[in-house]
């Protein structure tokens, strides 16, 4: 009778699980066709009164192209998506234009009786004038005033000297933006890509058509033109809260209705196992051959490290390294490119190569010709990482002239996305071949009865980091950035953040169920139970991304809505590592696991700090219209992608090196240094420098403007390097952890004693 109630309470758990997916999967793609129909149109014309055109439709789709192709979003932002040293290009377009057109509406001569007045009615003139919709359906041609087209060629004209001049006032701008030395444009790339800059301005700064609110919802703030944040913001911020402490509640209630049934039946049937499986089970030669996937994923753990250091130098230093002349060489944007690419880069291939050590252990098969496949997968992501490094520096550094080439293999200039899409195509085949070998080798572990539920959510885990992946396909070269954008998340923040923490999960609890650490029925139930809450708010917690990119309000009220959702399940994080304390040191043969334990612990903390209040902090609609592309979302950014993602990477690879190298001589002194290295050191980083840097804008674009708080003058500012410079304690903390990991796994597979 035991049994069958486990069973069932396993079904339900798997209906519940389908249902929701289902749900959230239909939600997502409905509000995708609502983004896809309402997206700000990308005008045939934008032409005078009197016929005169002053963009066409080509120049900005060519605007777009050569915005990708010098570094796309790692070179400022535009929406507040991309890098935070240069400004957002369509906040500092709008507010170039506004402040110019709205000196030509002074000279028109256009007083009332005193100053006052005046200076309302000429703010309400420009505000008219740059909020009205004048968007055509039929024939696609958006009509402006001769003021305002003045106003566009005077501020496209700032634009095409900051690109093409060698004056002296644009080279300190550039040299303050950290532009490449070589990126210099000829006249016609420059007004393109000018056009490209209006077109994304216009969207935020034009009224919906039959509404009050812009494209991008009134978003950046701007008070020249009556940016503000609109009601439909405010509601749905507290709205969200509401959803959190209700979710907060109903999740405290349920853990607290199941820990002491969890704390009295979480042991196998048969106690602790009393000896370490992996003693018992054969490394195969495929297992051997992951052995190099961790020697890479530790080089490009720390070439990652070396590059985050040189671009956060480039906020003080716009063209070098403590005198050195690097921007001839590797230029900020090439280098911010490859520091997040990296990061992608390292931790997925650990979580990948993990994969490939684990299943054939986890099911005692080998299949034939899988070492092959590890091998020709491994040179295959090797090939891509350079392939692709290769191409955005040649892009960036003006050797890729030719738009379709640049798409192809320089580019794409979509932050975390960046390679070409050969190398994105290239990529995908890598995870589907890795899908193939890893399911190939699992198979025969479901001859284990007991064991199929927890199988069968790595298998959707896996078939799922596969397939995900081509969300990525569903752009092309001349789509609508708010398409783009809605795509972009599905892989950064679905494939990234989503489906590779579910498979980490549930490979975890596979192996801990292996060792004899925990009884299969609790370790299904709380698997299933995991993905459903973490799933359930973030299929639809997606959305929180778009709220500015034009899309439409309901975007928003759901994002918000779910967002909330995603921080629930953190707030019971001391249950699980309860469990995780739990499942330690109850046989001796388990110290040879304490450091792999250890990371997997910080992967909680982190998950609740970094993930869970910073991540809460900016989700509000209210909270993250004045701190989009500020620091305080790269604070929220370092503090999950590395704390739970990369510790989480680190963890695994602790793991399979259990079986790859001989633990006798293991240095724990080294680990122990990475383990507290790397903690306090992010810790450092996130408190001593981000999070202030990123509150310090915060007040500067709510008290003043978004424009401000990106601005040169702001960011160039005697407080904002204090506060750069208050990174380097941090960062030399967690590189003295990094490099102690070098070390370590470098004695690890080659010293012998």
Known sequence: MKNYSDFFTIKRLWI??????????????????????????????????????????????????????????????????????????????????ALSLLSIIKSNGFYLNNKRQTREAHKITLRDEMRTNTYNNITGVVTISQDRASAIVETQRHYIDLYTSNKQKYQQLREDYAFPIKMILDEEKARKLSAFFFWSAWAASTNRPGDDITYTSNWPHEPLIGNTPPPSVLLWSIISIFLLLAGIGGIVWYYASQFDKWRQNSEPEQGIATADFIENNKVTPSMKATAKYFWVVT???????????????????????????????????????????????????????????????????????????????????????????????????????????????????????????FWQIYLFIGLLLWVVLLLRALIPAFKDKNLKSLLFVVVLATVSIGLLYAAGFMWGKNTNLSIIEYWRWWVVHLWVEGVFEVFATAIISVLFVRMGLLRTSVATTMVIFTTIIFLGGGVLGTLHH??????????????????????????????????????????????????????????????????????????????????????????????????????????????????????KQWDTKLLKITFWSLNIGLAMMTFLSLLPQGLWQTYQSISQSYVSARSVEFMQSDIMHALVWARVPGDTVFAVGVFAFAWFVFKAFIVKK
């Open 16 to 97: 519940a699980l389908i249902v929701s997916l289902v749900l959230s999967f239909s939600a997502l793609l409905y509000l995708g066709g609502q983004i896809y129909q309402k997206a700000p149109p990308i005008p045939n014309a934008v032409q005078i009164i009197n016929g005169d055109v002053v963009y066409s439709k080509q120049d900005i789709k060519d605007g777009q192209n050569i915005w990708q192709t010098i570094g796309g979003m790692q070179q400022g932002s535009i929406w507040g998506h991309g890098g935070y040293l240069a400004p957002d290009w369509s906040a500092d377009w709008l507010h170039r234009e």
């Open 299 to 421: 080089a490009l753990f720390v070439s990652q490290v070396l590059l985050g250091i040189i671009t956060a130098h480039y906020a003080v230093d716009g063209q070098g390294l403590y005198g050195i002349d690097i921007a001839n060489y590797i230029p900020y944007v090439v280098t911010r490119t490859w520091h997040t690419q990296l990061a992608v880069f390292w931790i997925a291939t650990a979580w990948l190569a993990t994969g490939l050590y684990v299943a054939p252990l986890i099911s005692g098969h080998e299949p034939r010709f899988q070492r092959f496949g590890v091998n020709f997968l491994f040179f295959s992501l090797l090939l891509i990482v350079v392939g692709s490094f290769a191409g955005q520096w040649l892009a960036v550094n003006g050797f890729i002239e030719d738009l379709t080439l640049n798409f192809w293999f320089g580019h794409q200039g979509y932050e975390y996305i960046d390679l070409g899409r």
């Open 546 to 663: 778009l709220y500015w990119s034009g899309t439409p309000i309901s975007v928003m009220a759901v994002g918000a809505s779910f967002s909330a959702l995603e921080v629930v399940p953190l707030v019971v994080i001391g249950f699980e590592a309860y469990n995780h304390k739990k499942l330690e040191n109850q046989q001796t043969w388990q110290e040879n696991y304490h450091w792999p334990f250890m990371f997997f612990s910080a992967v909680l903390f982190w998950n609740l700090v970094g993930a869970g209040l910073f991540g809460f902090l900016i989700n509000p609609p209210i909270a993250l219209y004045y701190m989009q592309g500020l620091n305080i979302t790269a604070n929220h950014g370092h503090a999950a992608l590395f704390g739970v993602y990369g510790m989480l990477g680190l963890g695994l690879m602790l793991y399979a090196m259990r079986g790859l190298t001989d633990i």
